[in-house]
C-alpha cells in the first residue's frame, strides 16, 4: 500500500524532489500512513546517467544532490518507505538509463540510498519469456544480495509472469497500463484465472489506482475509483494510489480511506478472489460477481456493473455454489460502503438492484447467520 507518481505527475516539471517531499507530507496529514499506505514510489524520470563506475546518477534539475538519498532520508523522517524505479532493458520507458547489464551495481546504489522498493518495467526489452525471467532473477539476485529487504515489484505487462512470478519478486504486472476505465476492465478480466498465483510474499498487480492529475483531469470517474478500489481488494492487488493527494476529492479520500475494505485487501489469508458469476466486462457492456474467501471464514463479495445503463445484478445458487453456499444455508450481508447495514441471504440468492451505470456496483462481507460479521 501506498503512493506512485506516475499518473499523478508523469514526467512533468512537477516531477521533483521537492514534489515528492510534499507528497510524503500529504500522505502523513491525511493519515494515510496509519491506514497501511507506507510506500512512497518515485516512478520514471528521476534518473539521467552513469558515472564513470557505472553507477547511477539522478538529474541535478530535479533532485539537486545527484542522488535519491536526501529524498530516502526525507520520506523514512516521516515514518514511511521509499520506493523508485528503473527498467530491465537498455532504457526506461522515457529513456533514461535502464538495469541491463547494470543489476549488481544498481542493486547497491539502490540499497547505499536506502531504497525500500523497485519496480522494474519492461521498455526496450526483450520479451522473449526466458530472456525476461533471466533478467528479472539478474535483479532479484542483485537486490538480495545488498542485504537490504527491497520490495521488488516486475512491471512486465503480461499474464505470463504470473505463474512464475513468486520465484522472481513480490508482486508482478499481469497486463497493460491501465490508464483509464477500458484499462481498469481490461486489468480485472486478465485476473479472473490468475488468482491462483498469489499468495503471501507475491502478487498479481493488476496496475495502479486511479484518481486525478496533479492538474486536476479525471482519468475516471470518482464512481470507477471506488469501483477499482474494490475490485483491487478482492483481488489481493497492491494498493497504490496514483493520483493526486492535493486534487483528490472528498469522495475518493473517503474511498481510499475505507477501513473494512482495506481490510479485505490486506487479509491475512492471502487468497485472491475470482469471478464466480457473468463473463468479460468492457466498456459499456457486461456485469459480474466477484468472491474472496477471508481467513475468518467469511467472504467478500463484488457485484459489478459495466453497463452503460443502471442494471441489478444477481449471484443464483450457482454463483454462490461456486464459494461453498447451500440454497439451505442463511447468510449474513454487510454493505462495506453504507456501513452497518445488514441483511440476511436465503435460498443461495441475491440481487444488487439499480446499480449505476459504468463502474455502480455493492461491495459485501457475508457470513454463516451465526457468525459474528464486523
Not at 507506507?38 to 524520470?45: A, E, F
Not at 503480461?158 to 504486472?173: F, T
Not at 489469508?269 to 481467513?295: D, E, F, P, Q
Request: aromatic share 10%; charged share 20%.
Amino acid at each position: 500500500m501506498g503512493y506512485n507518481s506516475w499518473y499523478d505527475v508523469e514526467c512533468s516539471a512537477g516531477m521533483s524532489e521537492a514534489f515528492m517531499k510534499k507528497t510524503a507530507d500529504r500522505m502523513v496529514q491525511l493519515g494515510l500512513d496509519r491506514l497501511g499506505y507506507k510506500y512512497l514510489n518515485l516512478d520514471d524520470c528521476w534518473a539521467k546517467g552513469r558515472n564513470d563506475d557505472g553507477s547511477l546518477y539522478a538529474d541535478n534539475s530535479t533532485f539537486p544532490s545527484g542522488t535519491l538519498k536526501p529524498l530516502a532520508d526525507y520520506v523514512h523522517s516521516k515514518g514511511l518507505l521509499f520506493g523508485t524505479y528503473t527498467d530491465r532493458g537498455p532504457q526506461t520507458c522515457a529513456r533514461r538509463p535502464g538495469a541491463q547489464d547494470h543489476e549488481e551495481i544498481d542493486a547497491r546504489t539502490y540499497a547505499e540510498w536506502g531504497v525500500d522498493y523497485l519496480k522494474e518495467d519492461s521498455c526496450f526489452a526483450t520479451t522473449d519469456h526466458d530472456a525476461a525471467f533471466l533478467q528479472y532473477g539478474k535483479m532479484r539476485d542483485a537486490l538480495n544480495a545488498t542485504g537490504r529487504p527491497i520490495f521488488f515489484s516486475l512491471c512486465g505487462w503480461n499474464d505470463w509472469y504470473a505463474p512464475v512470478g513468486q520465484s522472481l519478486g513480490n508482486a508482478w504486472r499481469t497486463g497493460p497500463d491501465d490508464t483509464n476505465w477500458d484499462g481498469v476492465l481490461q486489468n480485472i478480466n486478465i485476473l479472473a484465472d490468475l488468482g491462483k498465483y498469489a499468495a503471501p510474499g507475491g502478487w498479481n498487480d493488476p496496475c495502479l489506482l486511479l484518481s486525478k492529475t496533479a492538474g486536476g483531469q479525471d482519468r475516471v470517474t470518482d464512481l470507477q475509483s471506488r469501483a477499482q478500489f474494490s475490485m483491487w481488494a478482492i483481488l489481493s492487488a497492491p494498493l497504490l494510489i496514483s493520483g493526486s493527494l492535493f486534487q483528490m476529492s472528498d469522495y475518493t479520500l473517503a474511498t481510499y480511506t475505507n477501513k473494512a475494505v482495506i481490510a479485505v485487501n490486506q487479509d491475512s489469508l492471502g487468497k485472491a478472489g475470482s469471478r464466480i458469476s457473468g463473463a468479460n466486462v468492457t466498456v459499456g457492456s457486461g456485469s459480474n460477481v466477484w468472491a474472496r474467501s477471508l481467513a475468518d471464514g467469511s467472504h467478500a463479495l463484488v457485484f459489478l456493473n459495466a453497463n452503460n445503463a443502471t442494471a441489478d445484478v444477481t449471484c443464483g445458487k450457482d454463483c454462490f455454489a461456486a464459494i461453498g453456499v447451500l440454497p439451505s444455508d442463511r447468510l449474513v450481508a454487510t454493505d462495506l460502503w453504507s456501513g452497518p447495514r445488514r441483511e440476511d441471504i436465503t435460498d443461495a440468492t441475491f440481487t444488487a438492484t439499480s446499480l449505476a451505470a459504468d463502474g455502480g456496483h455493492l461491495m459485501l462481507k457475508v457470513s454463516p447467520s451465526h457468525a459474528i460479521v464486523v
